[in-house]
């Protein structure tokens, strides 16, 4: 039962454009969102997150979108740069600290 | 500081033997995660430790897995007689108790001959 999904595997940008990652949710309990990145060979390190009782979170490139009628967030990069060529992957919770949900994750890969 | 360790960080072994995978977690971190990412899948849930209570043990996929904390602290995740099946990376977290964020490791990749 997958319960958060990211029904893009990859996405392909240019450098300074704007990278759009979707991700889309099933339970109408969660109420705590976050994204990961994760280079190859290391673990996911954390990059943003927002509470459900916000629809954005903004830090540096990044900002984060809820929209929780459509159970749906997005992360924007804006602008992208090479270094941001990572997976990204949506989680989703339903309590302050518990069981998380994750997206099968989104390849970015930035050009120059 | 130092982050979440783990090791080994590869393991061959045999179809049918056992393994012993260790977390290190963040000193202080109340809360442990167990996930694996199998080649091309996100990450799977396995198991949630708060303290060395695991409220949440859903996510094993079978009785051959099994994980406990000692200390609050190190956290053992083993798989008894393993099958190809078990290959991934498996991936431990931890975060404070006052924070939902999750601070990953660098994974232990098991591969299953």
């Known amino acids: 039962d997958q319960q958060v999904k990211q029904n893009s595997p990859s996405l392909s940008v240019q450098e300074g454009r704007i990278s759009i990652l979707n991700c889309d949710y099933t339970n109408s309990m969660f109420d705590y969102f976050l994204w990961y990145k994760k280079y190859p060979a290391e673990g996911p390190t954390f990059l943003i997150s927002?509470?459900?009782?916000?629809d954005k979170n903004e830090d540096g490139r990044f900002t984060v979108f809820l929209n929780k009628s459509a159970k749906h967030l997005s992360l924007h990069i804006v602008p992208s740069q090479p270094g941001d060529s990572a997976v990204y992957f949506c989680?989703?919770?339903?309590?302050?600290?518990?069981?998380?949900?994750f997206g099968a994750g989104t390849q970015v890969v930035v050009t120059p | 500081g130092a982050g979440v360790s783990q090791s080994p960080s590869n393991k061959v072994t045999e179809k049918g033997k056992d393994v012993e995978l260790r977390c290190d977690p963040i000193?202080?971190?109340?809360?442990l995660y167990w996930y694996r990412q199998s080649l091309g899948q996100g990450l799977e849930f396995l198991i949630y430790f708060q303290g060395n209570s695991a409220p949440d043990k859903s996510g094993l996929p079978s009785d051959r897995f099994s994980a406990e904390r000692t200390g609050g602290s190190v956290s053992t995740l083993t798989i008894q007689r393993t099958q190809q099946e078990d290959s991934a990376v498996y991936l431990c977290?931890?975060?404070?108790?006052?924070?939902?964020?999750?601070?990953f490791g660098p994974g232990t990749r098991l591969t299953v001959l």
């Open positions: 977290a931890s975060s404070p108790d006052y924070d939902n964020t999750q601070y």
């Open positions: 000193s202080g971190h109340t809360a």
């Open positions: 989680a989703a919770t339903t309590d302050s600290w518990g069981k998380f949900q």
């Open positions: 927002i509470s459900s009782i916000k």
